[in-house]
């Protein structure tokens, strides 16, 4: 649902904030709480995005991390490229589309974590 409200949105800016809201989640593991978006970011495309786009894809998760830590913390609305929210936009289209996958072919929300080596426990140290 809030790809599609993502997606029908005519704000780039809510475009960016409901996508990253659709990545954590299900990204973020419930008894993770401490897990940090950006950097599951990361591990996610590292698994997802070939060799030869990924430093692209991050770069650019990166951007719209602070695009929207911008509005939602300071209300500043960052300017940014259409094409970098398309970019963006795709990466959470096959982010989706691996999750449901995932999810019929092995069910569980911790065998998706897992797999992406997302702790699913918070750990104090």
């Known amino acids: 649902k809030l790809f599609a409200i993502a997606s029908s949105s005519h704000d780039k800016h809510e475009k960016v904030i409901k ?4 990545f954590e989640s299900l990204a973020i593991p419930e008894g993770n709480p401490k897990a940090k978006g ?3 970011f990361k591990k996610v495309t590292e698994k997802l995005i070939s060799v ?3 430093q692209v894809v991050q770069e650019i998760g990166l951007e719209m991390y602070k695009i929207r830590d911008k509005l939602m913390h300071n209300n500043i609305r960052w300017p940014f490229e259409a094409l970098d929210l398309l970019c963006f936009m795709d990466f ?3 982010f989706i589309i691996n999750a449901i996958h995932f999810s019929k072919k092995n069910g569980t929300l911790d065998n998706f974590h897992e797999h992406f080596g997302i702790p699913t426990i918070y750990k104090k140290v």
């Open 19 to 22: 996508c990253i809201s659709l």
């Open 38 to 40: 950006l950097t599951l």
């Open 52 to 54: 030869h786009e990924l």
């Open 92 to 94: 959470m289209r096959i």
